[in-house]
Structure formats: structure tokens, C-alpha cells
């Protein structure tokens, strides 16, 4: 990880413009953040990004809320991001 992915994916409080430039990078970079970062506006604007690897890593960020996780679960279009948010859903049940 980059040292400009390494600030992002350790932030706690988040800015709009923080969240404006994740959104431009480009989508492994988005990808990459997506597992890592505690913005839960951002994860739910990632949720609905147009490359499915950005998407998966949402669904598996334990960040990530759990309606939007649901909503990955049961709607994306791609297998693999619905398996991803079940396998993220699961883990969080067991943990409470």
C-alpha cells in the first residue's frame, strides 16, 4: 500500500473532500481502500461502484453497514461480491 492509500486507510475522522478523493482514484486503488477504511458514508457510496472489485471489498470490510451488506448480499449482480457480504454477514453474527 502506497504511502497516499496508508493515510486514507488509517483516517478516523473523515472530511467530504477526504471522501471526494478516494472516489476519483482509480478503481484498485478504491478496491484496496474499500477493505480498510471505517468511513461508513464512503462504504455505502463504494457499495454501489461500477467495478465489482471495489464492491467485494466492501462486502468484506466488518466496517461496511449491515444493510448495506444485506443489499450486496442479496442484489449485487456479481456471485462473488454476494458471497463475500454473506461470509462478512456470518462472521459479524457469530461475533455478537
Known amino acids: 500500500m502506497d504511502s497516499n492509500l496508508l493515510f486514507y486507510a488509517s483516517?478516523?475522522?473523515?472530511?467530504?473532500?477526504?471522501?471526494?478523493?478516494?472516489?476519483?482514484?482509480?478503481?484498485?486503488?478504491?478496491?484496496?481502500?474499500?477493505?480498510?477504511?471505517?468511513?461508513?458514508?464512503?462504504?455505502v457510496d463504494l457499495s454501489?461502484?461500477?467495478?465489482?472489485?471495489?464492491?467485494?471489498?466492501v462486502a468484506a470490510n466488518a466496517a461496511t453497514p449491515i444493510t448495506t451488506l444485506r443489499r450486496l448480499?442479496?442484489?449485487?449482480?456479481c456471485i462473488s461480491v454476494q458471497e463475500k457480504a454473506q461470509e462478512?454477514?456470518?462472521?459479524?453474527?457469530l461475533e455478537s
Not at 48 to 57: A, F, I, S, T
Request: aromatic residues 4%; proline residues 6%.
Open 48 to 57: 454501489l461502484d461500477q467495478h465489482p472489485e471495489v464492491r467485494k471489498g
Open 11 to 43: 483516517k478516523k475522522e473523515w472530511s467530504p473532500s477526504d471522501e471526494a478523493a478516494v472516489l476519483k482514484m482509480e478503481y484498485p486503488k478504491r478496491a484496496e481502500l474499500a477493505r480498510s477504511i471505517n468511513c461508513e458514508g464512503l462504504l
Open 88 to 93: 462478512t454477514l456470518k462472521e459479524q453474527t
Open 73 to 77: 448480499a442479496e442484489q449485487d449482480l
